[in-house]
Nanobody
């Protein structure tokens, strides 16, 4: 199974982007779908997750600016990012956990200019 992330790009501070991540095949029994990001020169960090029961968690630093959602039928996960800041710049990766299997997308670059 491959995860294809898209939706990144260049945006001015205060703008919005919507990231998408779709699996190459429909997958059942998903435990959690998540987004992570990696800023230049920094370690990858958690952004948001949505569990099988629909429960969501977010990094505290986001202050309510991002919203994660999913399409179970298409095995897709989305990240709506609003009021973007320059510090949100980085490569965003989607992640899917099913049982003991852990899948990563290839990443999509988000650049927020000041």
């Amino acid at each position: 199974v491959q995860l294809q992330a898209s939706g990144g790009g260049l945006v001015q501070a205060g703008g919005s982007l919507r990231l998408s991540c779709e699996a190459s095949a429909r997958i059942g029994g998903i435990k959690v779908m998540s987004w992570y990001r990696q800023a230049p020169g920094k370690q990858r960090e958690f952004v948001a997750r949505i569990a099988a029961n629909g429960h969501t968690d977010y990094a505290d630093s986001l202050q309510g600016r991002f919203t994660i959602s999913r399409d179970i039928v298409k095995t897709s996960v989305f990240l709506q990012m609003n009021r973007l800041k320059p510090e949100d710049t980085g490569v965003y990766y989607c992640n899917l956990i099913r049982g003991t299997a852990n899948y990563w997308g290839q990443g999509t670059l988000v650049t927020v200019s000041s």
